[in-house]
């Protein structure tokens, strides 16, 4: 059995890692299309044609279903891809929905009308293909009435966690807060909307100051697929646990294995 779990690079492992301990019975399949990364500047089809072809190669491995661990993907392709794509006895999911469902005070899969939620000012920051996709503004408006999202695209971000090089990382983050409280002075919430900035939470949480409460994917996303996975068993499929990238592998590896402070080791996809 193994569920895949996709990201351009190695944003997705703070959300592997979370499902991992969350579901440490399960296997998993992850794949990080490190030669395309990253995706936050690229056109919406570019990503639809990538994340297909990562989503196939998930498939080929013995997963029936593979979770989106990719804002951008999720933003830029997911829909496209359930309404014109997804096999029959396949599921893709994204990982917008269960930060949604958990900012607007949702049970995992309440798909009941839009209502007034207490949290009416926030913040998102993510990637520019991700803000230019409104999908989160989308998702938000089918579960909560009257909430202000002002977002900020954080170009760069991406690129200097993936080169390992975090002060500039922090020093982008800084500068994109920085801007976004210049639009949005008191957010009540903020939504990290990359799975690449949880490994930058704490620089976000100082920039925005204690007060502002950071929303970030990875545990939420872990408890809906437990969820999910106990409503739908039938959806773990086949295959076995493994760590595949389009990039080479041994600097993927090293990467990763900073990351987690744990061994990590990639091969070929
Ligand atoms: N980690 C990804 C996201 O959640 C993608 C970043 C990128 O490739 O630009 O948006």
Redesign the pocket.
């Known amino acids: 059995m193994a569920v895949g779990i996709f ?6 492992l703070t959300v592997l890692d979370a499902v991992q301990a969350r579901l440490p019975d399960e296997e998993f399949v992850y794949l990080a ?1 490190s030669a395309n ?6 056109t919406a089809d570019s990503i639809y044609d990538l994340t297909v072809a990562a989503t196939q190669r998930l498939f080929d491995a013995g997963c029936t279903l593979v979770i989106l ?7 830029a392709a997911l829909r496209r891809m359930q309404e014109g794509w997804v096999p029959q006895d396949k599921r893709v999911l994204g ?1 917008f929905v269960p930060l949604i469902e958990s900012l607007t005070e949702r049970q995992w899969g309440d798909n009941s009308p839009p209502r007034e939620v207490e949290t009416k000012h926030v913040a998102l920051f ?5 803000v230019a996709s409104r999908a989160f503004q989308r998702e938000l408006a089918f579960r909560a009435i009257g909430v202000d999202v002002e977002t900020q695209a954080c170009g760069g971000v ?2 200097a966690i ?1 080169d390992g090089d975090f002060i500039l990382a922090e020093a982008l983050v800084r500068s994109h807060v920085d801007a976004l409280m210049r639009k949005m002075p008191h957010p009540q919430a903020a939504v990290l ?5 949880p490994l930058m939470q704490d620089t976000f949480q100082d920039a925005l100051g204690a007060d502002v409460k950071v929303f970030s ?1 990875a545990g939420l996303v872990a408890d809906s697929l437990a969820d999910y996975l106990a409503r739908h068993p039938d959806m773990r499929g086949q295959g076995e646990s493994a760590l595949l990238t389009t990039g080479d592998p041994g600097t993927v590896s090293t990467r990763a294995t900073q990351f987690l402070r744990r061994q990590m080791q990639f091969t070929a996809a």
Not at 69 to 75: G, I, L, P, Q
């Open positions: 990201d351009s690079g190695l944003g997705g299309d990364a990253p995706y936050g500047v690229r661990a990719c804002n951008t993907a999720s933003a990982v993510a990637t520019p293909a991700t991406v690129d993936e909307g990359c799975t690449h900035y994917q």
